[in-house]
């Protein structure tokens, strides 16, 4: 503390001070109290009144905080209780919207196949890692009605077929997979053939359609649809015709087909659990 008194801030404040007291000593033993003094005395204690209403601010603050910390908590505890209520209904309208939207579909497949039945709304719960072909899971099983080789689809076209079945889930095997052969036909001119997955085609949302008969009338841009078996009802879109060729044995051609549904981005389907003609697995 000694030290303090013999610095140069200290020399300082007590020269200041110094000026001050003289100034109104001089003040007062020349008349009195005036507006030119308050004006001088105003302008030399402006920057101490600056400072102490800072600091009369920041103590104010600090002793606030300190006596009122429980009030505040309890507040910050009810806007929290309140914006995770806001969320939640949020949340909830979200879903319930969603749900109304999925019966919508579920009721437009009714009317536009009045003579199947379908499973309630199947929601995609897990994808199969490193599958090349996209298959999936959904959160409906046999508790559902869902049987395995049912079909799969959305109000947009087929998506797949149902492979191994629980009890509250189903695994969906698509399109682009080898192991799902569907028989498939033109609008246009009902050229027919087999809809089959290729590793190399399913990277580029693409599967083959093989065995046309070499003669038919098959171009770039005819829409393909399933043509019926007992497993696949008819008439549900696949996709679009990209490219046609002829097979390297020259007995028939081929047709590489965009599929109409990429299985990557499906968040809701149907599983078809009866139709007309239905039979065994292909």
Known sequence: MKDFFRTTKFKVLAALMAVIVGVMIYTLTRGGYSSDSASVFSVILEPFQKFSTTISDKVTSTLDMLFNAEKYYNENIKLKETLNEVYNDIIDYDKVTRENEQLRVL????????????????TVIARTTNDPYHSFTI??????????????????????????????????????????????TTVRTKATGIIEGDYELAEEGMCRMSYISKTADIKEGDII??????????NHLVGTVKEV???????????????????????????????????GAE
């Not at 799969?152 to 889930?169: A, F, K, N, P």
């Not at 981005?265 to 007309?276: A, H, L, P």
Request: glycine share 12%.
């Open 107 to 122: 009721l437009g497949l009714k009317e536009e196949y009045s003579d199947y039945e379908f499973s309630a709304p199947c």
């Open 139 to 184: 959160d409906k099983g046999s508790n559902d009605g869902i049987e395995p080789y049912e079909p799969v689809i959305t109000s947009s076209g087929l998506v797949g077929i149902c492979y191994d079945v629980s009890r509250s889930t189903s695994r969906v095997r698509t399109l682009y997979s080898p192991k799902t052969a569907v028989g498939v």
């Open 225 to 234: 649809v399933t043509s019926g078996s007992e497993t696949f009802p008819a």
């Open 245 to 279: 060729g002829m097979e390297d044995s020259g007995l028939s051609q081929y047709a590489v087909i965009e599929l109409a549904i990429n299985p990557e981005t499906v968040s809701t389907v149907f599983v078809i659990t009866n139709f007309g003609g239905q039979g």
